[in-house]
């Protein structure tokens, strides 16, 4: 453990503290230091051993902790940003909450809706800002894409489709005997229906039907791993919405949604990235991102940016401090969908969203 005090001003950044070194927590640690110059990198925590001192020698910041507790105890830390694994999420959103930090969390909240209840009665109590991680909200092609539908451009929304398509990995899908049933749906698919969500913002998800296997990697499916999904939802409006994922496209990472309505269609999302081709005897080529940090690394930045205005406009009582930001509010109605289209899968049949509220057993 190393760790120093700081004295700044309430004009100068804001002091964050990163927990969890993982790769997602890794990039929002860089970009608190390198992108953000209304936010200081106070401290980076992660209990397991070395894994804080590596990465804050890398980045050049003297203090880093082994023991989560030490953050929530420093009196010097405006804000948290969570990205330790999910399971551990709604505890240390409560534990942050108890300590007066303004969150930002990572997706999913919680991996039952008691359990992320409790975490949002205790952000409630604390009166902290809390964001969640969905970051597509601000990826610039999504963000205009919500803006129609805002301004009636489409009608009433009929038709929708949001989709994820992990990257192939070289050697197969890595530890695909560890990766369990509820991981494509809590993980992954649960950006898709906080997309579907936010962009039929006038209406609930009523009843979720589940098609799923494991297609990439069938010889895992024993082990409780489902790598290919299909989500239909249906809407408290009428609208019918189709979210599928897969974690193994050939041909890069792939995001993209298409939202139909009574008086045309908007879409987001393109697998090529049209900076640069290439043309010759065998065709057309153009890129392909690999990693959800290439393809989404600007509007990573720019949730994070928009949680250190928001605290800022917060306290300063600025019109910053209604910045439009994903709510616990926004985490629980996703989650929800998630866990129902989990049982769907178990079960083979249609779920009335009621009836979902926490993880199987096996999962």
Not at 143 to 153: F, H, R
Not at 192 to 212: G, K
Not at 253 to 270: H, K
């Amino acid at each position: 453990m190393a760790y120093q005090t700081t004295t700044l001003t309430s004009r100068e950044p804001l002091r964050i503290a990163v927990i969890g070194t993982g790769w997602i927590g890794a990039f929002h640690a860089r970009t608190v230091a390198e992108h953000l110059p209304e936010a200081a990198l106070h401290v980076v925590a992660d209990p397991a051993p070395g894994r804080a001192a590596a990465l804050a020698e890398e980045l050049g910041r003297p203090n880093y902790t082994e023991d989560i507790a030490e953050v929530f105890a420093d009196p010097e830390i405006d804000a948290v940003v969570i990205g330790a694994p999910s399971a551990f999420h709604a505890g240390l959103i409560a534990q942050a909450a108890a300590a007066g930090k303004h969150i930002f969390c990572e997706k999913p909240t919680a991996h039952a809706l008691a359990d992320l209840d409790v975490a949002l009665q205790a952000v409630e109590q604390a009166n902290v800002v809390f964001q969640v991680g969905f970051n597509r909200r601000f990826a610039k092609d999504f963000a205009l894409v919500s803006e129609q539908i805002a301004s009636g451009a489409i009608g009433t929304p009929q038709l929708m489709r949001s989709l994820t398509r992990d990257p192939q990995v070289e050697g197969g899908l890595p530890n695909g005997d560890k990766v369990r049933s509820h991981v494509i749906f809590t993980e992954t698919l649960i950006h898709d229906f906080d997309t579907l969500n936010w962009l039929n913002s006038e209406a609930e998800v009523t009843e979720v039907y589940t098609m799923s296997d494991a297609l990439v990697a069938p010889e895992h499916k024993k082990t409780g791993l489902l790598d290919t999904a299909v989500v239909t939802l249906r809407y408290s409006n009428g609208a019918i919405a189709v979210a599928e994922a897969n974690f193994s496209a050939s041909y890069g990472y792939d995001v993209r949604g298409e939202f139909f309505g009574s008086s045309g269609m908007v879409q987001a999302g393109n697998p090529v990235q049209l900076a640069a081709a290439s043309f010759d005897a065998q065709g057309a080529h153009a890129p392909t991102e690999r990693l959800n940090i290439e393809l989404f690394a600007q509007a990573y930045r720019d949730q994070l940016s928009i949680f250190t205005r928001k605290i800022r406009g917060v306290r300063e009582g600025t019109a910053d401090a209604a910045l439009a930001v994903p709510t616990g509010a926004d985490a629980r109605a996703a989650l929800r969908v998630a866990l129902a289209a989990l049982e769907s899968s178990e079960t083979g049949l249609p779920v009335k969203l009621e009836s979902a509220t926490r993880l199987a057993v096996n999962a």
